[in-house]
């Protein structure tokens, strides 16, 4: 009976996800019912399977519907006219943070734009809002009970790579090692990144950096806009291996892949590949092993030398750096993200 009920249950909501046409507020509360109830059980081992198998997305795509539909339906209980979906996207770090802000600049976006707000106009007010709830949470720290500073040699930014490390200089790093998101909709930041590792890293370094491998070609070129192919290097996961169900493939590596600034001119031994010790997702849901950014940044880099993170995560890259003795300079725009990396920094040793 409980079975039956389910299947009900689960084909009520896919019909309104297949009408999709409803809106993308309907999908997004189609989907969470989904995820919440774990309805995808029937048929799927987890709900990342049951998006890509069911409707060919990545995940990511049913949290940012899921995410927008909290978001619209938050503004709408005030009256206010909802956002389309994208606009929705780019007020949801603002609900992680305050429901109250978000309703307050989306109320604050229409009255200066009326039906004109765009996506762009949304996302420039949300990043200033977030800086402000940062400052605001700073001044209201006691004066007699300050919160620890970092250290000097950590620079932890929040924000867009492309605009808070834009002052970073010309030929001025020694190592990049980061780990940019995979999905779709991330692949254009790969040739910002290049471009900056073009500029910031001191000639014949090198950038290193995590890949998914869906879009393995696509990120390969877009690396290779601006800088040398080196090498392709693999972390081998242990344990129960990611499916692929698309490609039916269980997943028992992530790529690692090796660019340069040229003129490359190898002066370091070191192994294409790491063994992890196991999964680490204490601070972010996308982390890594410290261990293998450690081997790399002793590796390739000396004592004092520059290291820059532009998706900072957690935190790993920039704990394992100055654990190391390095000067670690890093971005990040997620707000939660950035807490959890500067929290993981005041404790490191």
Known sequence: MTTIVTLRTLAECE?????????????????????????????????EDYCRERWGW???????????????????????????????????????QDEAKVIEVWRELREQYGEEVTAARVKNLVSKRLERIVRERQAQQKPTDPAPTLPPT???RLGDFREVLA??????????????????EYLPLWKDLAAFAARVLKPGRLLITY????????????????LDYVWLGAVILPGAHNQVHQRHIRCGIKPLLFYARPPYTPTTWFEDCYTSEGVE????????????????????TSPGAVVVDPFIGGGTTAVAAHE??????????????????TTRLREAR
């Open 15 to 47: 019909s309104v996800i297949e009408r999709g046409l409803a809106t993308f507020v309907e999908v997004g509360q189609a989907l969470m019912e989904i995820r919440e109830r774990r309805l995808y059980r029937e048929q799927y081992e987890t709900f």
């Open 58 to 96: 990545v995940a990511s795509r049913a949290r940012q519907l899921i995410a927008a539909a909290e978001v619209a339906k938050t503004v709408t209980m005030v009256t206010l006219p909802p956002p389309n979906e994208r606009q929705a996207r780019e007020l949801v770090p603002l609900l992680r």
């Open 154 to 156: 950590v620079d932890l």
């Open 167 to 184: 002052d970073i200089p010309d030929s001025s790093v020694d190592l990049i090692f980061t780990d940019p998101p995979y999905p779709a």
């Open 211 to 226: 890949s998914g491998q869906y879009y393995l070609p696509t990120i390969m070129t877009s690396l290779a806009a601006h």
């Open 281 to 300: 997702k204490t601070a972010h849901e996308w982390q890594q092993s410290i261990w293998c950014a450690r081997y790399y940044i002793e590796r390739l």
């Open 324 to 341: 190391l003795g390095r000067t670690i300079i890093g971005a990040e725009i997620d707000p939660q993200a950035m807490a959890a990396a």
